[in-house]
């Protein structure tokens, strides 16, 4: 599926360098994450401290990330504000960096918006050369790393890193052995397909999270595609009812909740995640325009993957070969996307 996007590298992965493209990785990670008065009263020392968090989407595109890095540089900002430190403060990047043409700049790009001028003299590596893209394991495993890594005052290289490419950063830690430094905070920022965003903020023991009120979070509306139709009142109709649910789920209106969506574009599943999505800013009577963009939250979640796109998938193969495979279809049973 990834070389039939064409994003995989010919040879070993280089991130920010040349040859462009991704090398497929495997692999998994755990780490333990405990409130700090409760590690106190254990007397247990953590390796470090997870200071702030932020998470963003771009609604850009199924699988390319948005090239002006917006939706990437909201994440980082996010995780900034919710550490309570300043751009100036962070010590190093632990970058996405998968190799990709289009993911490289973008990231690039939006590590320019989020430290302006700082990002040209910021250590900024990725570890792509070394694990190789790990799919949904590939934000803990390099967790895992940047936890070494502050541990022993040094900063990770990215490997195999040769001739430079444009819109990439110019200290991306090129080399084969670790770089020592001095870091108190790092950012370490992963991206998805379906452009969902992630960058967490991870701090030397000793660091103190700001004091911050707590805040209500507010659910202001729900929307629910199933057998049961496609409005909360059938759905709980059909809870009470207390009997078994249709196999199929009914045809759902999209134009008349989703005026400009291309039903013709998307797979059933595709329609209903939409359609749930749309009936959700419905219910909760709000529009997403302007800020409101970057105020709200939609949470939104599938069973199972597109039958349709599943079948789609394996009859490209089936036909054409491996080489022929359909790329909407595999981009649409990647789950995240």
Request: with cysteine.
């Amino acid at each position: 599926g990834f070389h039939s996007l064409g994003v995989m590298c010919p040879e070993k992965c280089a991130p920010f360098s040349l040859p462009v493209g991704m090398t497929l990785g495997e692999g998994a990670g755990c780490a333990i994450i405990e409130p700090r008065e409760q590690a106190e009263r254990r007397g247990v020392r953590p390796l470090a401290v997870l200071l702030g968090y932020g998470t963003s989407g771009d609604a850009y595109h199924e699988t390319t990330p948005d090239p002006s890095g917006t939706g990437i540089a909201r994440a980082i900002a996010s995780a900034l504000r919710d550490a309570g430190i300043a751009p100036g403060d962070v010590g190093y990047v632990k970058a996405h960096g998968s190799g990709t043409a289009a993911n490289d700049q973008a990231e690039w790009r939006a590590l320019q918006r989020v430290f302006g001028a700082y990002a040209t003299v910021m250590p900024v590596s990725s570890l792509k050369g070394a694990l190789g893209h790990a799919q949904g394991a590939a934000g803990i495993l390099e967790i895992v790393v940047a936890l070494l890594a502050l541990q022993r005052g040094v900063v990770p290289p990215t490997l195999h890193h040769g001739k430079p490419r444009p819109f990439c950063p110019p200290d991306p830690v090129a080399g084969s052995r670790p770089r020592s430094a001095d870091v108190r905070h790092a950012v370490c920022v992963n991206s998805a397909f379906g452009g969902a965003n992630a960058a967490v903020v991870l701090s030397r023991p000793g660091a103190v999270s700001p004091e911050r009120p707590r805040r209500p979070l507010w659910i202001l509306g729900a929307g629910a595609v199933g057998p049961h139709g496609h409005t909360l009142e059938s759905l709980a109709e059909a809870l009470r009812a207390d009997k078994p649910l249709a196999r199929r789920t009914p045809p759902v209106p999209l134009a008349g909740l989703v005026p400009t969506a291309d039903p013709r574009d998307l797979d059933p599943a595709s329609v209903f995640l939409t359609a749930a999505a749309a009936a959700a800013l419905r219910d909760a009577g709000i529009g997403l325009h302007g800020s409101g963009r970057e105020r709200y939250g939609l949470i939104v979640g599938t069973t199972r993957v597109s039958a349709q796109s599943a079948a789609e998938f394996r009859c490209s193969i089936d036909e054409r070969g491996l080489a022929g495979l359909s790329v909407r279809a595999f981009a649409r049973i990647v789950l995240n996307a």
